[in-house]
């Protein structure tokens, strides 16, 4: 006989119970792993729009730089500078950008409006960016840019590879809108810069700089000061850097510069005395004598520059665009003229160096209230490989401003000498050489590539709103 117990089966309703349980933690179950599975897909969906958020930036800040790009175009006199881009009305343009496809499928465009495609005055650009996802909703970035054109001039001296002085050189400054250098007309605002990191990339020396210096070095390092040197205000003491007149990590944008598209006159390379304009030359529509030559080489001669008149002037050659030399060798320029030089290679000014004033045209003798502003006298250099050199030699009274940034500057004379340089590097000798910044070159913005101004991101429905129907193309 079998005596071994025999399992006993749970009742019927017992193993419905446990049924019902198994049934319920399966649908905890799913009910938990549904509800991961909705908050991962709602985080990879978040994921997503703050990806395309990003990207929708990165999408509308492309469409102002191809803007800005096609502005500076047009402001350089580039007749391709609008092509592919349509009118609007009032003088604006459109064009949509094709951005392509982003991760995950979604595509991107960047819708960009610039008004005052002439440049009549300071344009402002939209853009507005558009990623559409695969699914859900599209994301947009509206920003809107207002443009200004900016000088190059707002500091006396500025270089990337140093700035240097030897002999007492007082460097100080005045604003030519007001009247001539002296008197009340003396400031100690001058601001002299350079972006190299080097130590002592920018000596003093025993100059007098009444303003401020800008040195490329995290530290003081990059400037040197001799015992009898100073930087700061009238009235510092000998060897001594006035506080709050040194600012450190000094960048500056050294932009290449061209000569502007024109109908040029093509003349003879300059070697005899010349008066521009020559009797029967054309004006341009914009009332300038434009011309062309491969360069003015000359001892004891003179190139004037008439009364009344603005030249502009591009040299070409690849060796010598200016050398002027010998005892009497002069450029004449005068007070009521104006006289803008694009030059390819080096520029070599002795002799007489340049007269620009009321005596410019009969003996050369001026003094310091007698010169014409600097903005009459420009010296743009064009040469964007290898490094020129400039050598400027000033009797008397020298009044200008030189853009070359791809050239070594050298200034040697006893004299006053107006204006602003930019360079690779600059230096001056001379015992008793005086440089006087004209403030009111920081307003010379001809030429100059336009800027941002203002930046503003459009967010509310309201702010866009208010942009009407202009990015609606």
């Given amino acids: 006989m079998n005596t071994t117990p025999q399992p006993t089966l749970p009742a019927r309703s017992e193993r419905g119970a446990l049924l019902i349980v198994a049934m319920l933690i399966s649908a905890v179950i799913a009910i938990s792993i549904g509800s991961f599975l909705q908050l991962a897909t709602q985080a990879s969906q978040l994921s997503y729009r703050t990806l395309y958020a990003g990207s929708a930036m990165n999408a509308s800040e492309t469409g102002l730089e191809q803007a800005m790009w096609s502005v500076n175009k047009k402001r350089a006199g580039d007749a391709s500078a609008w092509a592919g881009w349509s009118s609007a009305s009032g003088g604006a343009v459109t064009r949509t950008f094709d951005l392509g496809t982003l991760s995950g499928g979604a595509t991107a465009v960047a819708k960009v409006y610039v008004s005052n495609a002439n440049l009549t005055g300071n344009p402002f650009v939209i853009s507005r960016s558009i990623i559409t996802p695969t699914r859900g909703p599209t994301v947009e970035r509206w920003v809107k840019i207002e443009l200004t054109k900016r000088s190059k001039f707002v500091n006396g001296l500025v270089a990337k590879n140093g700035i240097s002085f030897s002999g007492n050189a007082s460097i100080d400054s005045y604003n030519s809108s007001i009247g001539p250098y002296g008197g009340s007309n003396v400031n100690d605002h001058t601001a002299i810069g350079s972006s190299s990191i080097e130590v002592s990339s920018l000596s003093i020396g025993n100059a007098d700089v009444f303003g401020y210096v800008a040195i490329g070095t995290s530290d003081n390092s990059g400037l040197s000061v001799g015992p009898n040197g100073l930087v700061g205000p009238f009235g510092t003491s000998n060897g001594t850097i006035a506080d709050g007149h040194v600012s450190n990590d000094f960048t500056a944008d050294f932009t290449p510069e061209s000569a502007p598209s024109a109908t040029y006159t093509s003349l003879s390379a300059i070697t005899n005395s010349l008066t521009l304009p020559r009797g029967g030359d054309t004006a341009a529509a914009d009332g ?69 004033g009321t005596d410019a045209d009969s003996n050369g003798a001026l003094s310091a209230g007698e010169v014409s502003r600097p903005q009459n006298f420009l010296i743009y250099g064009t040469n964007t490989t290898g490094i020129r050199d400039y050598q400027i030699a000033g009797n008397g009274a020298l009044s200008a401003v030189v853009y070359a940034p791809n050239a070594d500057i050298k200034v040697n004379g006893n004299g006053d000498i107006m204006g602003a340089f930019i360079g690779n590097k600059v230096g001056f000798s001379g015992s008793n050489a005086a440089f006087h910044y004209d403030e009111s070159l920081a307003e010379l913005t001809d030429g100059s590539p336009f800027g941002i101004e203002d930046w503003r991101e459009y967010v509310s429905y309201a702010d866009r709103g208010s942009l009407g129907s202009i990015m609606n193309f």
Wanted: proline share 0%.
């Fill in 288 to 356: 300038k004598f434009y011309y062309r030559t491969t360069k003015v080489d000359f001892n004891n001669k003179t190139l004037a520059i008439a009364s009344g008149s603005e030249v502009v002037l591009v040299l070409t050659d690849s060796i010598t665009s200016i050398d002027i030399g010998g005892g009497s060798g002069e450029l004449a320029i005068a007070s009521d003229s104006k006289l803008t030089v694009y030059a390819q290679d080096d520029v070599k000014i002795a002799g007489q160096g340049v007269a620009n």
